[in-house]
Nanobody, 126 residues
Framework: VQLQASGGGLVQAGGGLRLTCAGS????????MAWFRRAPGKEREFVAA????????TYADYVKGRFTISRDNAKNTISLQMNSLKPEDTAVYYC????????????????????WGQGTLVTVSS
């Protein structure tokens, strides 16, 4: 499975961006997909996750109400709509996928995912 994230860029505080992650290869072999981020000097942290069906999702408290994750299995993509962006949202954003042989849950830790995209940089100016 290969994951390609895109959509990052520079935006002013209060603005919005939409990130997309396109999957290729054995995409039928994944279930939960997620977004993580890593800010300068910090560890990679969980942002949001969505189940294979798209029927369930979960968010980190610091993005809840501002970010929305969605999934389109027909196109093998997930998206992250980010609104009301803050300077502290500045980070490299990574998409991740979990192997389908693993339990169909939504982990909030990096070890819960098996495939990773290369990351896309989001910079929020104040």
């Amino acid at each position: 499975v290969q994951l390609q994230a895109s959509g990052g860029g520079l935006v002013q505080a209060g603005g919005g961006l939409r990130l997309t992650c396109a999957g290729s290869g054995r995409t039928f072999s994944v279930n939960t997909m997620a977004w993580f981020r890593r800010a300068p000097g910090k560890e990679r942290e969980f942002v949001a996750a969505v189940t294979w069906s798209g029927g369930s999702s979960t968010y980190a408290d610091y993005v809840k109400g501002r970010f929305t994750i969605s999934r389109d299995n027909a196109k093998n993509t997930i998206s992250l709509q980010m609104n009301s962006l803050k300077p502290e949202d500045t980070a490299v954003y990574y998409c991740a996928a979990r192997s389908s042989w693993r339990e169909n849950v939504m982990p909030v830790v990096t070890s819960g995912y098996d495939f990773w995209g290369q990351g896309t940089l989001v910079t929020v100016s104040s």
